[in-house]
DNA sequence: TTGAAAGCGGTACCAA
DNA sequence: TTGGTACCGCTTTCAA
C-alpha cells in the first residue's frame, strides 16, 4: 500500500461544488438539524466523503463566536494528583462536547503570558493550584468562566477544592488516640493553601486537647520525596525526635519514612509517619493518609465552565461565585501505630 | 474592588480606530515583525492595552492556515507512565510555541470519531499506546504529520519507542544469574507491543540458555494491581509457584507481592518477583524492574512533529518515516533475590 | 511606512 | 427546501 501523500484537506466549496449545491446547504446537510432533502442529503454527505471532507475548526469558531475547547492549568503533572484531576476534567469536558487544552507551568518563565495565551483558545478555564497570580486570575475571569481548583478562591470566582481542616482534624485526633503527645508537622504552610489547612487544622485539636500536646512546625523546601528525606533526616539527628511526624503530603511522607528506615528508627514503634494523599505508593509503605476525590474536583470544573458557557451570565447582577469543598477520607494504615485496616470516613 | 462584567473582547478594528491607524498597521505593530515607525507601533500598543486587545486564535488560525497547536492521544492518565509522556510533550510543544490538546481515550465510545475530531484541531497529532486503529491512524497521517509513541509502527508514520527486548534480555541474564530456572511471565503478550516484545526478549534467553530453564506464560485481564494479584494468587494457590516470576509491568508486579504476602509465601526467598516501568511504588516495594525515560519519549514526538510541521514534507519522493527506540535500564533491588543496589545500563 | 482589500472556511440570515 | 451573501477577526499582498 503507497504512503498516502499529504494533502490539503477539502473545504466546503469543494463539496458545494461535487454534489451540485451551494455551501450553504452543504453546511446544513452536515449539521443535521436544518431542513435538507433526504436526496440533497445524499448527495452532500457522499460528496463529503469522497472529497474526505472535514470542517476547518478555526473557521467554525471563528463564525460560531466560540471555541468549544476548554483549558487547564496544573503545576506538574507527576504524582498522580494532578494526572487525575486532568483526567476528571477531560472525561466531563469531552462528554460535553470540548476539547481541552493543557499547560503545564512547571518550569515555564512567563507563567502569565502562557496562561493569558491560552485563555485566547478557550471558552472557559480551570485553574489548579497556585499557577497564576490573583490578577491573571481576575484579569482572565473578566472576560470567560474560570473555576478555581485546590487554590485560595478568589472575589467573583468559582472555586472547588477538597476539605483539609476537617479530616486534619479527624487525623488529630486519630493520632491522639494513640497516646501520642509530641508533634512535628512537616512542610511549609506559606507553600500552598492547602498545606496551610491542613496544619491549621491540627493545630486547633492540639489546641482543643487541654494544652497536653505540642506541635512544631518542620518546614520544607517544595513537597517532593527528597524534601521529606531531607527534613526528618534533619529532625532525627538533631536527637529527641517527636512522637509522630505528621507531612503536609505523601512524598515528604515517604522520603520521612526512607530517613528514618536509614537512621535505624522504627515506624511505628520509634516514630509514627502520616502523610496525605493517599498515593499508590502509600498502600506499599504501609502509610496511614488522606485520600482525596481528585478526579471529582477536575469533574466539578469542568461542569460548572460548561454552565456558565451556556448561560448568559447575567452581567449586572453580577452572578455569584460559586464555593465547593469536596468531602476527604481518613486513610489508616500501619504507619501511625499498630491496628490494622481501620478506615474512616469524613 | 466590584467584580468586573463579562465583557467581549475588543477586536482588531476597535484597537484601530482607537489609535487612528487601519487594523493592516495594527497588525503589523502587534506582531513586530514588519515595518512600522516607532511612534504608530507606541500608538498601537498604548490602544491595544487600553482597550485589553488580544487577537482571536481562530481567526489568526484561518487566516494563517495552522492551529499552533498540537494534540496528544493516550489511553489513560493514572500511573506515571503517561503523565510523565504527556508532560515531556507539553514542555517541548510549548517551548516550540505550540498548545497542546489532549484525548484520553479510557472509557470512551467512539474513539476513532474523538480522534479524528482533534486531528481537526491540530497541526500535528502525537498517538500514545493502542489508542486508534491504523486505518485510524493512516487516514489522519495523510493530512497532518503524526507520530507514534510505544506503539506497533505503520508504515510511513513516525515512531518513539522504548527498547524491550534488549532489557528483557538482561533481566533474563540476571535471573539467571540469581540461579532461578523456572520461571512465569505474568501479562497478555497479545493485548500490547510492549509486553509482548518483553515476553520475546527474556524468551530467548533462556532458549539460549541451552535449554535449563522454562517459563510458562500466565496472561492476565488486563495490566493493573487487581489483575496481577489475581493471576498471581491463582498461579500460588494451584500449587509449586516457579522460581522467578516476571510481570509485564509494575502495577502487575505489586499484584503479585500482595498474593505472595497473603499466601504466606517470602520474596524473594520462596519467589522473586519483578516487574517494569519503575514507579514510585516499585521503590518501595524493593522492586526490580525497569526503568523507561517516559519524558523523553514526549519530548521526542514533539519535536519531530515540530520538525514536520515546518518543513514543506515532499510529498512525492515520500519521506522516510523516522524510527527511534530509546534505551532502557535495569533497576535490580531486592525482590529478585540478594544483592541490594546493583543498577544495570543497558 | 501605511492603507485598501482580498482572502482564510465556515455559519446563518434573508429571499426566492 | 435552497441559494446568495454578509459577516466572524485576522494576515498579507498590492498600491499608494
Not at 469531552?94 to 503545564?104: F, N, R
Not at 496544619?199 to 527528597?226: C, H, M, N, W
Not at 509517619?273 to 499508590?280: A, H, I, N, Q, S
Not at 465552565?305 to 453580577?318: F, G, V
Amino acid at each position: 500500500m503507497p504512503v498516502k501523500a499529504l494533502t490539503k484537506a477539502a473545504t466546503i466549496y469543494q463539496v458545494a461544488a461535487r454534489a451540485g449545491v451551494s455551501i450553504a446547504t452543504v453546511s446544513r446537510a452536515l449539521r443535521d438539524d436544518t431542513p435538507v432533502t433526504e436526496e440533497t442529503r445524499r448527495r452532500v454527505l457522499a460528496a463529503a466523503a469522497e472529497l474526505d471532507f472535514a470542517p476547518s475548526q478555526p473557521a467554525r469558531s471563528l463564525a460560531e463566536g466560540r471555541h468549544a475547547a476548554n483549558g487547564i492549568v496544573f503545576p506538574d503533572l507527576v504524582g498522580p494528583y494532578y494526572a487525575e484531576v486532568v483526567l476528571g476534567y477531560e472525561a466531563v469536558a469531552a462528554q460535553l462536547g470540548s476539547s481541552v487544552l493543557i499547560l503545564a507551568t512547571r518550569d515555564r518563565r512567563d507563567v502569565a503570558a502562557a496562561v493569558r495565551e491560552l485563555a485566547r483558545r478557550v471558552d472557559g478555564l480551570a485553574l489548579l493550584g497556585r499557577t497564576a497570580g490573583n490578577d491573571v486570575v481576575a484579569g482572565i475571569a473578566a472576560s470567560r468562566p474560570v473555576v478555581l481548583i485546590a487554590r485560595d478562591p478568589v472575589p467573583g470566582t468559582d472555586s472547588v477544592r477538597t476539605g483539609n481542616v476537617h479530616t486534619a482534624r479527624a487525623l488529630g485526633e486519630h493520632l491522639l488516640g494513640h497516646g501520642y503527645r509530641r508533634f512535628a508537622f512537616l512542610g511549609e504552610p506559606d507553600d500552598s493553601p492547602d498545606v496551610a489547612g491542613r496544619y491549621a487544622g491540627f493545630r486547633s485539636v492540639l489546641r482543643a486537647s487541654a494544652g497536653d500536646g505540642s506541635l512544631a512546625l518542620v518546614p520544607t523546601q517544595g513537597l517532593d520525596l527528597e524534601a521529606g528525606e531531607r527534613a526528618a533526616g534533619d529532625l532525627i539527628r538533631r536527637g529527641r525526635p517527636p512522637h509522630a511526624l505528621i507531612c503536609a503530603n505523601d512524598e515528604l511522607a515517604l522520603g520521612a519514612l526512607r530517613a528514618a528506615r536509614d537512621a535505624g528508627l522504627d515506624v511505628p514503634g520509634d516514630l509514627a509517619v502520616t502523610g496525605w494523599d493517599d498515593l499508590l505508593a502509600a498502600s506499599f509503605a504501609g502509610l496511614t493518609t488522606v485520600a482525596q476525590p481528585m478526579r471529582q474536583l477536575g469533574a466539578t470544573a469542568a461542569r460548572w465552565l460548561n454552565r456558565r458557557i451556556q448561560d448568559p451570565a447575567p452581567a449586572d447582577p453580577a452572578p455569584a461565585a460559586r464555593r465547593r469543598v469536596l468531602p476527604t477520607r481518613l486513610v489508616v494504615r500501619s504507619s501511625c501505630g499498630p491496628h490494622p485496616s481501620e478506615v474512616h470516613e469524613t
